[in-house]
């Protein structure tokens, strides 16, 4: 077998499994009938050249549609909401990391601390319980239907939209209440709020 | 692309159209496509099909196994097929004559003929 159709093959594995069980054979022999079909150099480049743009758009398009009609099917309507709450309650504390590096919002006095504290530590924390007990709610619904927590957890295409944010509000709170020797390195923002003169030494030490 | 007169997309139509002379296997349906398109539009075996897929559930094309050729799944159009190119034709020849007309009256703007 030609070494394009071996590494076109293997390829194929990365997309959905119900799509390739429904296209591959035919996907592989059209490469071989378009590989026969080209006799000269130029034709077997322009065919990888080809193939090289068209495969991974393919799959990437595929796997989208796959995860949206998982989503669309699969995932509880209060999995899909909750998780776009706590999505939204996670802008604030980005938006705010942007404007204090560009304007140094975060470090002024009134009125920025209360919004400052609010987007960075509390709104993190409310989308972490959102997420939590949602995830809590999402996996005993598994286990009724007879799949173990880990069996749920792993299967990351329906539970992508509440797994994801907790996540994101696990490693905020994380950096945001965690400990001194990330300081130097990400800037604490909670830290760098009650002490900035502290924070700017400690950053020009290195 | 289900819903009752929406357009198909460019790779669509031409797929279609492609499978309106007689039924074909992929690699057919990637020539003709670029035969038809004069080369403008070629197309490799992930898009092509990935838009086969649509067509398929949207129940405008189906398979077919030929007796003489058991390594190929062979495409046709459906009546719905059918009627959808034709709609699609329809559609190309009203904007084609919309597009004459707007040259022929208002050729100050993409320029006369010389």
């Known amino acids: ?206 | 692309m289900t819903k009752k007169n929406a357009l198909l997309s460019p790779i669509a139509f031409q797929i279609v159209l492609a499978l309106s002379l007689k039924p074909r296997h992929g690699y057919e349906i990637m020539k003709q496509v670029e035969d038809d398109s004069q080369g403008r539009i070629k197309i490799g075996p992930g898009s092509l099909y990935g838009t086969i897929n649509i067509l398929v559930e949207a129940k405008l094309v189906r398979e077919r196994q030929q007796a003489e050729d058991t390594r190929r799944k062979y495409y046709e159009l459906t009546d719905n097929g059918w009627n959808t190119l034709n709609r699609e034709l329809s559609h190309l020849e009203n904007t084609l004559k919309v597009g004459q007309q707007r040259l022929g009256l208002d050729n100050k703007f993409v320029g006369a003929p010389a």
């Open chain 1, 1 to 206: 077998m030609n070494s394009l159709v071996k590494l076109y093959k293997e390829m194929l594995k990365l997309y959905p499994a119900s799509y390739r069980q429904k296209y591959e054979r035919q996907m592989v022999q059209t490469v071989e009938d378009m590989l026969d079909e080209a006799h000269t150099l130029a034709q077997k480049l322009r065919l990888y050249a080809r193939l090289c743009i068209d495969t991974p758009t393919s799959i990437s398009k595929q796997q989208v549609i796959h995860l949206g009609g998982i989503m669309a099917h699969k995932t509880p309507m209060y999995v899909k909401r909750n998780g776009v709450l706590s999505a939204t309650l996670l802008l604030p504390f980005f938006i705010l990391v942007v404007a204090n590096t560009l304007n140094q919002v975060v470090f002024s006095e009134n009125p920025w601390k209360p919004v400052a504290y609010t987007g960075i530590a509390l709104l993190p924390i409310v989308a972490f319980v959102i997420s939590g007990v949602t995830l809590v709610r999402w996996l005993q619904d598994q286990n009724k239907h007879g799949s173990t927590v880990w069996a749920s957890l792993k299967n990351i295409s329906s539970g992508w939209p509440i797994i994801s944010p907790l996540l994101v509000a696990l490693l905020i709170v994380g950096f945001v209440f965690g400990h001194d020797s990330v300081h130097c390195v990400v800037g604490n923002p909670v830290k760098v709020m009650r002490n900035a003169s502290q924070t700017m030494e400690c950053v020009a030490r290195g």
